[in-house]
């Protein structure tokens, strides 16, 4: 029983379009996270969020935002994507934050064309 | 900025032999250090973590030390197996519960 999912595994789109990434744990986690791994293979933190804190990473564009129905699901929303957003993007929870070792998803691989 | 460095993206070893994984930080206030193992197409996976009052930390053929007069981390894996084979990522956190900062990885291969 997967603990951390994300669908969908790819994406491929152009261009100027919106996209959803979905991100859902069953460990009962307080905490989860956006990361971002681009080609240099450096994985970036891009938001984390608990039930009483967004926290935002400054570099992160506002065209990206993430929706949190409950607690146990973190969606990333993409508006008007370019270029430059193509990447491996992982869903993680944790126990606290910064605290616990993170538990991730298996990525998304985003394309941009 | 990468408050968190792996200087060596590879390293190939022999079946049996020891792994030794580099890492050096920047941020003095880090005080919770991670190693996580990456298989392709997987997310990556917590392996061993250790916390700066600790300079050594052990959990079967893997170990973690610390040296935070040097700002460097490693992890050593003994003895080294093929399964072993695989991205490993070092993460660090601060005493302010910030978020996790990861270093680029370093891709381990194990020979036969």
């Known amino acids: 029983d997967t603990a951390v999912s994300q669908t969908p595994k790819y994406l491929v789109t152009q261009m100027g379009n919106d996209k959803s990434i979905k991100c859902e744990q069953n460990?009962?986690?307080?905490?989860m996270y956006w990361y971002k791994q681009d080609s240099k293979k450096f994985l970036k933190i891009m938001f984390s969020?608990?039930?009483?804190?967004?926290?935002i990473n400054e570099t992160v564009p506002n065209r990206f935002s993430p929706k949190s129905p409950d607690k146990a699901h973190l969606n990333l929303h993409i508006n008007s994507l370019e270029l430059g957003d193509s990447a491996v993007y992982f869903c993680?929870?944790?126990?606290?934050?910064?605290?616990?070792?993170?538990?991730f998803g298996n990525g998304t691989r985003l394309t941009v064309t | 900025d990468q408050q968190v460095k792996q200087n060596s993206p590879s390293l190939s070893v022999q079946e049996g032999r020891i792994s030794i994984l580099n890492c050096d930080y920047t941020n003095s206030m880090f005080d919770y250090f991670l190693w996580y193992k990456k298989y392709p197409a997987e997310g990556p996976t917590f392996l061993i973590s250790i916390s700066s009052i600790k300079d050594k930390n052990e959990d079967g053929r893997f170990t973690v030390f610390l040296n935070k007069s040097a700002k460097h981390l490693s992890l050593h894996i003994v003895p080294s197996q093929p399964g072993d084979s695989a991205v490993y990522f070092c993460a660090a956190s601060d005493i302010n519960n910030n978020d996790m900062r990861f270093g680029a990885g370093t891709r381990l291969t194990v020979k036969p």
């Open positions: 993680a929870s944790s126990v606290h934050r910064g605290r616990s070792p993170l538990h």
């Open positions: 969020y608990n039930n009483k804190e967004l926290i």
């Open positions: 460990l009962g986690h307080d905490t």
